[in-house]
């Protein structure tokens, strides 16, 4: 295994200058362009990493399933859907366009900035709670108890974060975002800021795989139906307006981040973890999606 994707990662290089690292959030621009690392963790317990899995990134939106997991148990289905859509939008995944001009208004889906700004609002707790639940549950998953906040992405983010400024300003005058703007938006740029590896998302990937059960220790944290719900989202939408391509050509959950990394999964059978902090038009890693198709190709993972 190992040797085969050392293989798929030599071969989609090349991919990496087809991309470009995010300026909008300038902490962002200051990753390694040419990082590239990949990990699988398989049900049966084994591990297999190649490149740079090591490399430490920020999840940034890979974190958006782990909360609408954590709002899902909390608030249950019928009611988070009341304030958050199911639909792909066809748009970037920071576009304000429908909030407004589409009714109800509300966001179309837990996967877009906008929806999961609305999500983590719906959290129980204080916002100080709120952050603590994530973090744990984060580091529950992983079983990596360093996990914590990259301080200077973080306030980078909350620094030029005008766009979701705006979005969940909207949302809250629509009766759409719960609570106070800036306290639910400073919980959501600290999630969007944990630090990880590709080890960390192939683990959360994994778990996902496993139906929201711990692999370490047979543990429940996610009831299964709402596991479901987070991987249907990741079929549907977690590669923003590129995931109908997404599922045809690779054919596997997965969601992006604009930090660079893919947190992908094969039901019943393995996390995937894939790193390459340049990115494609639509927001995904260029050599990342390239990586992951070849995996599934070479051993037959679309689950269609």
């Known amino acids: 295994m190992k040797h085969k994707l050392k293989e798929i990662l030599d071969k989609n290089r090349c991919f990496i200058e087809a991309g470009n690292l995010p300026t909008y959030i300038p902490e962002l621009s200051k990753a390694n362009k040419n990082?590239?690392?990949?990990?699988?963790?398989?049900?049966?317990?084994?591990?297999?990493?190649?490149?740079?899995?090591?490399?430490?990134?920020?999840?940034?939106?890979?974190?958006?399933?782990?909360?609408?997991?954590?709002?899902?148990?909390?608030?249950?289905?019928?009611?988070?859907?009341?304030?958050?859509?199911?639909?792909?939008?066809?748009?970037?995944?920071?576009?304000?366009?429908?909030?407004?001009i589409v009714r109800p208004s509300r966001p179309f889906n837990p996967m877009i900035n906008a929806g999961a700004i609305a999500v983590t609002s719906l959290i129980n707790g204080s916002p100080e709670e709120k952050f603590q639940r994530i973090l744990t549950l984060f580091k529950k998953i992983t079983n990596n108890d360093s996990i914590k906040v990259n301080h200077e992405v973080y306030l980078s983010e909350k620094k030029t974060g005008d766009r979701n400024r705006a979005m969940a300003y909207f949302m809250r005058d629509v009766?759409?975002?719960?609570?106070?703007?800036?306290?639910?938006?400073?919980?959501?740029?600290?999630q969007c800021s944990l630090e990880v590896t590709?080890?960390?998302?192939?683990?959360?990937?994994?778990?996902?795989?496993?139906?929201?059960?711990?692999?370490?220790?047979?543990?429940?944290?996610?009831?299964?139906?709402?596991?479901?719900?987070?991987?249907?989202?990741?079929?549907?939408?977690?590669?923003?307006?590129?995931?109908?391509?997404?599922?045809?050509?690779?054919?596997?959950?997965?969601?992006?981040?604009?930090?660079?990394?893919?947190?992908?999964l094969v039901p019943g059978k393995m996390g995937i973890g894939v790193l390459g902090p340049a990115l494609d038009d639509k927001g995904n890693s260029s050599a990342g999606v390239q990586i992951l198709s070849d995996l599934s190709n070479l051993f037959n993972l679309s689950i269609f």
């Open 35 to 100: 990082a590239l690392g990949i990990y699988i963790v398989d049900l049966n317990g084994e591990e297999y990493g190649e490149g740079d899995y090591e490399y430490p990134f920020t999840i940034q939106s890979i974190s958006k399933v782990i909360t609408l997991m954590l709002a899902l148990e909390d608030r249950g289905a019928e009611e988070i859907f009341k304030f958050v859509g199911m639909e792909p939008t066809g748009d970037s995944f920071n576009s304000m366009m429908k909030l407004e």
């Open 175 to 190: 009766g759409v975002l719960q609570g106070d703007v800036e306290d639910n938006l400073d919980v959501y740029f600290r």
């Open 198 to 264: 590709c080890r960390d998302i192939a683990k959360i990937g994994a778990f996902l795989a496993n139906d929201g059960v711990l692999l370490q220790t047979g543990e429940r944290l996610i009831e299964a139906k709402n596991a479901k719900i987070a991987k249907t989202f990741m079929v549907t939408c977690g590669m923003y307006n590129a995931s109908g391509e997404f599922a045809i050509e690779v054919g596997i959950p997965a969601k992006s981040g604009v930090g660079g990394g893919i947190m992908a």
